[in-house]
């Protein structure tokens, strides 16, 4: 390496070098960064050496390997935090309890809920078991660490067409049958082992993340509000008890490896970046820290996850004020031999940081003793924002904490692609039926039964669930909107859960798509009787240096805050994750989003299958001609611009009639309409009911009989009214409510002016539930 | 004994996941259970405070989850320290006709310490049974339908008629219920004539039923077994998730009555409280 001679090795009996930075010309520094795998640009580089020229002294390995972490898009979100701030973080109401590592929420008088989404993309697209699994361990941590205890998780995936000829797979890249079979495998191994349940998420196969599968995980959880802990030291004296699992080499440089695009040699080189979980440390993790906290003898937690060490105690030691002396020969290791550097920025799973005052600590230490979880005193808290590190008693880091965690900010050129605007509308031709394409499109991997990877995650345990992810009569089934928790055993509150993205519609237009999602979260929210409450978000996008790519990100959230903002919804955590693009390609922009709604009783919510012959079928929302990239244009190969857009006072009117109506206990079966329209929401209701409808399209005005069908679009539900009940549907001038025809026989007979749709219900219901058995049962 | 003066044990290590349930339903029902750590029976790393004795308890119940991860063979680990540690003392609980529940892991732990089926005396040497990996070599989480076949033997089902369907769901990966191949039949018999067998799958008909409504492969859709005696009750469905009719899967068709599990859990107390 061309660069040895800047490595000078320390006369220490372990592996210790001074990096000779202030003798590093350009070239230098950018070799300097790539073979310690740090990934800092060469402005970054230059900056960083610039400090230690001031300070008149050389890095060590250690202190440089830090600074790798912190600036890391992962850890600072260089890219992004500007727009950010602008349209997301300044969303607030008195709701709100914290924003860390999680957002905490009210829940009631005495409760809070805490809520978070992340992605484990990279690691996924390498190793899916692995990869999933910790990213489980991870998102459970975020919640933990706040005080909560988790009650849900959530996992929305991204994978290539499930029957994508092997030939054209590009080299270094899974097939995504092996990676959706190895994803669902790890999120069900580790989240059944937890007992945690696994009640939403969602599946999308699109041929743009052929090369990065998409792989987010989120999760809610529920604390007493005197249990809520920050992220934060309480002050100098505390002590920094490590606890849980073992340090060892794997998921070296996770976050870096997070930060860049993937290729064809990920699988060799970066196997290593991906970490091991163990849920049976994780779950006596859980039960130890809970009850330390609840017992009052915690300060503060944060968990262990991008960066490791290097990135949690600075960063719970400045969130309280302060610095801290860390003695990494104190940290439990998987093997000997670890150097320093590696101790420090090794992302081992399973480890949480506690914060504990020293009258406290032998307390603590007993119940971790009791669950046979290591717990390790490894430093303490001073005064001084800087942190210092000492190995075998050398001191190898001394970093003012200012420097370290004050990352760079960028605010990097973004414009959009033209040749998107280029493209010219193609529609469909119109048919005199459409069984076919309804058919056709419960069939889609896109939307056709998840039951497969459903029954694989436990859903129930902790007994909690209300609404389970499955709706339907019992052997019949079709998909929920909601999942519903009734967390608080004294109380018929209850917390709605529920997932939504659309890559689709975020790929044609951003800023449109992005409101699209929210409208959508919202809908499936009150779909089951609650109101929405709060909204975390995971962005992926493609790589930010590239102005397309940010354009999208920006435009996207714009959309999202917009929407958010004038609902009165929060978004109290999220993640960004940038660099999803491989030699295909970037993935196309995907903003996953969990929403989270309360339920005022949940003796009142309704699931999504028809109940009764003869009940009225009502339409919550105005129909409009807006098809672009909505399941049916894609279908069949079509084209249009115009995406869905969002009247959020229209919303604001529907949601108020589905929820009222369903408290008035009015509506006794509500569907929002998404993916495939009218239509497919319809029959899923059909299907899980078993129950046929007979419905006229007349009163939707002059629209194609195929826009009726199959058209996506926003802030619209369908909902069976109890009979003789009708009056009790609210209306509001702002949007608009029709009866459309009733429950009836045992097919689904769908008319304007002329049959449009006329299916038998075991038919439709076979086309449902077969597709993904066929491919992975 | 008052069932406000019922003590209920219920047992846990790493990976026992479904206690606090489980826990809730005896506190629901008035009894007064408590959540141990099998070292704290053991007397391993705990305090005088914390040390507890099996004697103490009028119940014992091994909840559902992966216990230590069940890496070995599910319950495996769990039973090995049980055995290792506290053979005498369980086997004096269970002779003195106290009840012991085990709920899925809970069930699997039963049978691998010998406990049931127990046709050989209270705790047989080695495991007389086994529950292995589901036909389908998934885990499976679905709603499952059981009719009690028990004539009356089990102290856990005395408040079940018999001709009921409960539903009560599933959600294990390790629940087919095997016996050795060249005696299972005269096993499945001998089941049967000791009023062994309590509940069977069965489909939404009340027939016996195959894959998904029995969701392992269990020999004669066998769902949970008893002991001899009656008092020791293992099954792979979960009770203690349907203690309320809102946790049905199906609940907001039939909104009214209670949760079908429910009865399991009084007809231990009733038992707790006429014969103990």
Same mark, same amino acid.
């Given at each position: 390496?061309?660069?040895?001679?800047?490595?000078?090795?320390?006369?220490?009996?372990?592996?210790?070098?001074?990096?000779?930075?202030?003798?590093?010309?350009?070239?230098?520094?950018?070799?300097?960064?790539?073979?310690?795998?740090?990934?800092?640009?060469?402005?970054?580089?230059?900056?960083?050496?610039?400090?230690?020229?001031?300070?008149?002294?050389?890095?060590?390995?250690?202190?440089?390997?830090?600074?790798?972490?912190?600036?890391?898009?992962?850890?600072?979100?260089?890219?992004?935090?500007?727009?950010?701030?602008?349209?997301?973080?300044?969303?607030?109401?008195?709701?709100?309890?914290?924003?860390?590592?999680?957002?905490?929420?009210?829940?009631?008088?005495?409760?809070?809920?805490?809520?978070?989404?992340?992605?484990?993309?990279?690691?996924?697209?390498?190793?899916?078991?692995?990869?999933?699994?910790?990213?489980?361990?991870?998102?459970?941590?975020?919640?933990?660490?706040?005080?909560?205890?988790?009650?849900?998780?959530?996992?929305?995936?991204?994978?290539?067409?499930?029957?994508?000829?092997?030939?054209?797979?590009?080299?270094?890249?899974?097939?995504?049958?092996?990676?959706?079979?190895?994803?669902?495998?790890?999120?069900?191994?580790?989240?059944?082992?937890?007992?945690?349940?696994?009640?939403?998420?969602?599946?999308?196969?699109?041929?743009?993340?052929?090369?990065?599968?998409?792989?987010?995980?989120?999760?809610?959880?529920?604390?007493?509000?005197?249990?809520?802990?920050?992220?934060?030291?309480?002050?100098? /004296?505390?002590?920094?008890?490590?606890?849980?699992?073992? *340090?060892?080499?794997?998921?070296?440089?996770?976050?870096?490896?997070?930060?860049?695009?993937?290729?064809?040699?990920?699988? *060799?080189?970066?196997?290593?970046?991906?970490?091991?979980?163990?849920?049976?440390?994780?779950?006596?993790?859980?039960?130890?820290?809970?009850?330390?906290?609840?017992?009052?003898?915690?300060?503060?937690?944060?968990?262990?996850?991008?960066?490791?060490?290097?990135?949690?105690?600075?960063?719970?030691?400045?969130?309280?004020?302060?610095?801290?002396?860390?003695?990494?020969?104190?940290?439990?290791?998987?093997?000997?031999?670890?150097?320093?550097?590696?101790?420090?920025?090794?992302?081992?799973?399973?480890?949480?940081?506690?914060?504990?005052?020293?009258?406290?600590?032998?307390?603590?230490?007993?119940?971790?003793?009791?669950?046979?979880?290591?717990?390790?005193?490894?430093?303490?808290?001073?005064?001084?924002?800087?942190?210092?590190?000492?190995?075998?008693?050398?001191?190898?880091?001394?970093?003012?904490?200012?420097?370290?965690?004050?990352?760079?900010?960028?605010?990097?050129?973004?414009?959009?692609?033209?040749?998107?605007?280029?493209?010219?509308?193609?529609?469909?031709? *119109?048919?005199?039926?459409?069984?076919?394409?309804?058919?056709?499109?419960?069939?889609?991997?896109?939307?056709?039964?998840?039951?497969?990877?459903?029954?694989?995650?436990?859903?129930?345990?902790?007994?909690?669930?209300?609404?389970?992810?499955?709706?339907?009569?019992?052997?019949?089934?079709?998909?929920?909107?909601?999942?519903?928790?009734?967390?608080?055993?004294?109380?018929?509150?209850?917390?709605?859960?529920?997932?939504?993205?659309?890559?689709?519609?975020?790929?044609?237009?951003?800023?449109?798509?992005?409101?699209?999602?929210?409208?959508?979260?919202?809908?499936?929210?009150?779909?089951?009787?609650?109101?929405?409450?709060?909204?975390?978000?995971?962005?992926?996008?493609?790589?930010?240096?590239?102005?397309?790519?940010?354009?999208?990100?920006?435009?996207?959230?714009?959309?999202?805050?917009?929407?958010?903002?004038?609902?009165?919804?929060?978004?109290?955590?999220?993640?960004?994750?940038?660099?999803?693009?491989?030699? *295909?390609?970037?993935?196309?922009?995907?903003?996953?989003?969990? /929403?989270?709604?309360?339920?005022?009783?949940?003796?009142?919510?309704?699931?999504?299958?028809?109940?009764?012959?003869?009940?009225?079928?009502?339409?919550?929302?105005?129909?409009?001609?807006?098809?672009?990239?909505?399941?049916?244009?894609?279908?069949?190969?079509?084209?249009?611009?115009?995406?869905?857009?969002?009247?959020?006072?229209?919303?604001?009117?529907?949601?108020?009639?589905?929820? /009222?109506?369903?408290?008035?206990?009015?509506?006794?079966?509500?569907?929002?309409?998404?993916?495939?329209?009218?239509?497919?929401?319809?029959?899923?209701?059909?299907?899980?009911?078993?129950?046929?409808?007979?419905?006229?399209?007349?009163?939707?005005?002059?629209?194609?009989?195929?826009?009726?069908?199959?058209?996506?679009?926003?802030?619209?539900?369908?909902?069976?009214?109890?009979?003789?009940?009708?009056?009790?549907?609210?209306?509001?001038?702002?949007?608009?409510?029709?009866?459309?025809?009733?429950?009836?026989?045992?097919?689904?007979?769908?008319?304007?002016?002329?049959?449009?749709?006329?299916?038998?219900?075991?038919?439709?219901?076979?086309?449902?539930?077969?597709?993904?058995?066929?491919?992975?049962? | 004994?008052?069932?406000?003066?019922?003590?209920?044990? @219920?047992?846990?290590?790493?990976?026992?996941?479904?206690?606090?349930?489980?826990?809730?339903?005896?506190?629901?029902?008035?009894?007064?259970?408590?959540?141990?750590?099998?070292?704290?029976?053991?007397?391993?790393?705990?305090?005088?405070?914390?040390?507890? $004795?099996?004697?103490?308890?009028?119940?014992? @119940?091994?909840?559902?989850?992966?216990?230590?991860?069940?890496? @070995?063979?599910?319950?495996?680990?769990?039973?090995?320290?049980?055995?290792?540690?506290?053979?005498?003392?369980?086997?004096?609980?269970?002779?003195?006709?106290?009840?012991?529940?085990?709920?899925?892991?809970?069930?699997?732990?039963?049978?691998?310490?010998?406990?049931? #089926?127990?046709?050989?005396?209270?705790? $047989?040497?080695?495991?007389?049974? @086994?529950?292995?990996?589901?036909?389908?070599?998934?885990?499976?989480?679905?709603?499952?339908?059981?009719?009690?076949?028990?004539?009356?033997?089990?102290?856990?089902? $005395?408040?079940? #008629?018999?001709?009921?369907?409960?539903?009560? #769901?599933?959600?294990?990966?390790?629940?087919?219920?095997?016996?050795?191949?060249?005696?299972?039949?005269?096993?499945?018999?001998?089941?049967?004539?000791?009023?062994?067998?309590?509940?069977?799958?069965?489909?939404?008909?009340?027939?016996?039923?195959?894959?998904?409504?029995?969701?392992?492969?269990?020999?004669?859709?066998?769902?949970?077994?008893?002991?001899?005696?009656?008092?020791?009750?293992?099954?792979?469905?979960?009770?203690?998730?349907?203690?309320?009719?809102?946790?049905?899967?199906?609940?907001?068709?039939?909104?009214?009555?209670?949760?079908?599990?429910?009865?399991?859990?009084?007809?231990?107390?009733?038992?707790?409280?006429?014969?103990?």
């Amino acid at each position: 390496m061309p660069t040895a001679r800047l490595y000078i090795p320390q006369d220490v009996p372990f592996e210790l070098s001074e990096i000779d930075l202030a003798g590093a010309s350009d070239d230098d520094l950018i070799e300097i960064s790539r073979d310690s795998g740090t990934a800092l640009s060469l402005d970054e580089m230059r900056r960083i050496k610039e400090h230690f020229v001031r300070r008149g002294r050389n890095p060590t390995d250690v202190e440089l390997q830090s600074i790798g972490q912190a600036w890391s898009e992962h850890c600072c979100y260089k890219s992004s935090k500007a727009f950010l701030k602008e349209y997301v973080f300044s969303i607030t109401n008195r709701h709100v309890i914290d924003r860390g590592d999680a957002g905490v929420m009210e829940f009631d008088r005495d409760h809070a809920y805490a809520l978070r989404i992340e992605s484990h993309n990279h690691p996924s697209a390498v190793e899916p078991y692995g990869g999933a699994a910790t990213g489980i361990g991870g998102i459970l941590r975020d919640v933990l660490c706040m005080g909560a205890r988790p009650i849900a998780l959530v996992d929305p995936l991204f994978f290539g067409p499930l029957d994508y000829p092997f030939p054209r797979l590009p080299e270094g890249i899974k097939h995504p049958k092996y990676l959706l079979g190895g994803v669902v495998a790890g999120i069900r191994d580790y989240g059944n082992r937890v007992g945690v349940p696994t009640v939403s998420g969602g599946l999308w196969f699109d041929e743009s993340y052929i090369g990065n599968c998409l792989v987010n995980v989120g999760c809610v959880g529920i604390a007493e509000k005197s249990n809520v802990r920050r992220n934060a030291v309480r002050g100098p /004296g505390d002590v920094l008890v490590l606890v849980g699992g073992r *340090t060892g080499r794997d998921g070296i440089h996770g976050v870096t490896f997070a930060s860049a695009v993937l290729t064809k040699e990920s699988e *060799t080189e970066s196997r290593g970046a991906v970490q091991l979980g163990d849920p049976i440390m994780k779950e006596p993790v859980m039960h130890a820290v809970l009850e330390a906290n609840e017992r009052n003898l915690v300060n503060g937690m944060k968990d262990l996850g991008g960066g490791g060490l290097s990135c949690v105690v600075g960063e719970i030691a400045l969130a309280g004020g302060c610095g801290a002396d860390v003695d990494l020969s104190r940290v439990p290791l998987k093997e000997e031999g670890l150097a320093p550097w590696e101790i420090w920025i090794s992302e081992s799973q399973e480890r949480m940081m506690l914060s504990v005052s020293p009258r406290n600590l032998e307390k603590v230490l007993h119940i971790f003793k009791l669950w046979d979880v290591p717990a390790t005193p490894v430093g303490k808290i001073v005064r001084e924002k800087r942190v210092r590190l000492f190995f075998e008693d050398v001191k190898v880091f001394d970093l003012e904490l200012d420097f370290l965690t004050e990352g760079p900010e960028y605010c990097r050129p973004c414009e959009a692609d033209a040749a998107g605007k280029r493209r010219k509308e193609k529609l469909p031709k *119109t048919r005199s039926r459409y069984d076919g394409t309804l058919l056709g499109l419960l069939s889609d991997h896109n939307i056709c039964d998840r039951d497969w990877v459903i029954r694989q995650y436990d859903h129930e345990v902790g007994a909690n669930t209300i609404l389970k992810p499955l709706h339907g009569k019992t052997g019949h089934w079709s998909h929920g909107d909601a999942a519903v928790l009734k967390p608080v055993e004294e109380s018929f509150r209850g917390l709605a859960i529920a997932t939504a993205s659309n890559p689709f519609a975020v790929g044609v237009d951003p800023y449109r798509g992005g409101k699209a999602c929210v409208d959508e979260v919202c809908r499936n929210l009150a779909a089951v009787g609650a109101r929405p409450h709060s909204l975390t978000d995971c962005l992926n996008f493609g790589n930010p240096e590239k102005p397309d790519r940010l354009w999208q990100f920006r435009e996207t959230i714009r959309g999202i805050g917009e929407v958010a903002r004038e609902l009165n919804l929060p978004i109290p955590s999220g993640n960004v994750s940038f660099y999803n693009e491989s030699p *295909t390609g970037p993935v196309l922009p995907t903003p996953a989003i969990l /929403g989270c709604g309360i339920v005022r009783d949940i003796r009142k919510c309704v699931t999504s299958d028809l109940k009764r012959e003869g009940n009225p079928i009502f339409l919550v929302g105005p129909t409009k001609a807006e098809m672009g990239s909505s399941a049916y244009f894609r279908k069949t190969g079509s084209y249009s611009p115009r995406i869905p857009n969002v009247d959020t006072s229209a919303l604001r009117a529907g949601l108020d009639i589905v929820v /009222g109506g369903i408290e008035r206990g009015a509506v006794v079966a509500c569907h929002d309409i998404s993916d495939g329209g009218l239509a497919v929401a319809l029959a899923e209701m059909c299907i899980g009911g078993d129950l046929g409808a007979n419905v006229n399209l007349e009163g939707m005005g002059r629209l194609r009989s195929d826009a009726k069908l199959f058209a996506e679009g926003t802030s619209r539900w369908l909902v069976e009214v109890r009979k003789g009940k009708e009056r009790q549907l609210p209306r509001d001038r702002a949007t608009k409510v029709m009866k459309m025809g009733h429950v009836e026989g045992h097919s689904l007979r769908l008319v304007s002016g002329r049959t449009l749709i006329d299916v038998c219900l075991d038919r439709m219901a076979r086309r449902f539930n077969e597709p993904i058995w066929r491919v992975v049962g | 004994m008052k069932v406000s003066d019922a003590r209920v044990c @219920v047992l846990r290590i790493e990976g026992t996941n479904c206690e606090e349930e489980s826990y809730r339903c005896f506190k629901r029902l008035g009894a007064k259970p408590e959540k141990v750590h099998l070292k704290q029976l053991t007397g391993t790393d705990v305090t005088s405070d914390e040390r507890r $004795s099996l004697s103490d308890y009028q119940l014992l @119940v091994f909840p559902g989850g992966f216990s230590a991860g069940d890496y @070995v063979r599910a319950g495996a680990i769990f039973a090995a320290r049980l055995r290792s540690r506290l053979s005498k003392d369980l086997v004096e609980f269970v002779r003195e006709g106290k009840p012991v529940l085990g709920i899925c892991n809970g069930f699997q732990i039963l049978v691998e310490a010998g406990l049931l #089926p127990a046709m050989s005396g209270v705790m $047989s040497e080695a495991p007389e049974a @086994v529950l292995g990996t589901n036909d389908s070599a998934r885990f499976e989480c679905r709603p499952t339908l059981l009719k009690n076949v028990n004539r009356g033997n089990c102290v856990f089902t $005395s408040r079940i #008629p018999g001709d009921r369907i409960c539903q009560i #769901p599933s959600a294990h990966a390790e629940g087919k219920l095997m016996f050795p191949l060249d005696s299972a039949n005269r096993i499945i018999k001998e089941l049967e004539e000791n009023d062994q067998i309590v509940f069977k799958y069965v489909d939404p008909d009340g027939e016996l039923a195959g894959y998904p409504w029995c969701p392992n492969g269990s020999i004669a859709s066998i769902a949970g077994l008893c002991s001899p005696e009656g008092n020791v009750f293992g099954l792979m469905p979960h009770p203690e998730r349907v203690f309320f009719r809102y946790t049905h899967p199906d609940w907001t068709r039939h909104p009214d009555g209670n949760g079908d599990g429910r009865a399991v859990f009084e007809s231990v107390l009733e038992y707790i409280s006429k014969k103990i």
